[in-house]
């Protein structure tokens, strides 16, 4: 939902079932901050591209571990399959789906050499 519909059509209607109790907050993607990943609890995932576009799923995802700060705001974001992203201070994780439509496949996990110890456990 984008924050303009919210805005405009969403947000009076939440004001009139919680009258006082509701406080809104805007943020950026890749800038939440720790008490909105805290719900997460560490499996907060990122996807490219919008939310209908979800016929691809044959095609292989790698995913980015990021961890900005402290191990509350841990996120798998997913970036352009493409090998030249692969860096040694990060952990990858690469899904390859096989030629089926039953959500099988395999999971590579790629931990850089000067990765973070506890970016590569979750990874793993």
């Not at 519909?5 to 993607?29: A, D, I, W, Y």
């Not at 979800?54 to 493409?82: E, K």
């Not at 952990?91 to 999971?107: A, R």
């Amino acid at each position: 939902m984008g924050w303009l519909t919210f805005t405009f059509s969403l947000q009076k209607k939440f004001e009139n079932l919680f009258p006082g109790k509701l406080e809104v907050v805007r943020m950026t993607q890749q800038q939440e901050n720790p008490k909105f990943l805290s719900h997460f609890k560490r499996k907060f995932i990122v996807h490219k591209g919008k939310r209908k576009a979800r016929d691809d799923n044959l095609q292989p995802s790698l995913y980015q571990i990021r961890t900005n700060g402290s191990a509350l705001c841990t996120r798998c974001i997913q970036i352009s399959t493409d090998s030249g992203l692969l860096n040694s201070e990060f952990c990858f994780i690469l899904k390859v789906p096989f030629e089926s439509s039953d959500n099988q496949g395999i999971v590579y996990t790629w931990v850089g050499r000067a990765a973070n110890p506890d970016e590569a456990k979750l990874a793993e």
